[in-house]
């Protein structure tokens, strides 16, 4: 299947804009990816969270489930505070069913150990968006795993 555009967490918009209908599932998941990527990379917590839908949830691996814009954004936040950068997504599959696309992917991040030295770490993510009235793509659920 081809990609989503979005997202990583790598570039921005307050949500994602209106993407015409000629352009393929695949791109607009990866439009999707760069829109996330760009706002997380750039620190833009607000940004970031605007890509979400008011009520969206997120679980982080952790056996929490977050609901809503501002507890998203708690989480983000403390991910810049301690230098989690660099952030990227590779997609694995894409499902896509009525105003709703599914990603199953891949992602990385850098950051720094206790002793301040650059690691990089990884997982797996599931990843939810779904179509607003206005035509716009919007994050409802997003679930990541972190790999060893």
């Not at 750039?42 to 501002?70: C, E, H």
């Not at 990884?122 to 716009?136: F, I, N, P, R, W």
């Amino acid at each position: 299947m081809k990609k989503f555009l979005v997202f990583l967490f790598s570039m921005f918009s307050v949500q994602l804009p209106v993407v015409a209908e000629e352009l393929s599932v695949n791109n607009q998941v990866d439009f999707a990816n760069a829109q996330w990527n760009k706002a997380f990379n750039a620190g833009d917590v607000d940004a970031l969270t605007q890509l979400y839908k008011n009520d969206a949830t997120l679980s982080p691996g952790n056996g929490a489930i977050l609901k809503g814009r501002d507890a998203i954004g708690q989480l983000f936040q403390s991910f810049v505070d301690n230098g989690v950068t660099n952030h990227r997504i590779d997609t694995d599959s894409i499902y896509v069913s009525d105003n709703q696309i599914t990603q199953i992917g891949y992602w990385q991040a850098d950051g720094k150990n206790a002793e301040g030295e650059k690691i990089s770490f990884g997982g797996v993510l599931s990843l939810v968006l779904a179509k607003t009235e206005e035509g716009e793509w919007v994050i409802q659920s997003h679930i990541w795993n972190m790999q060893p």
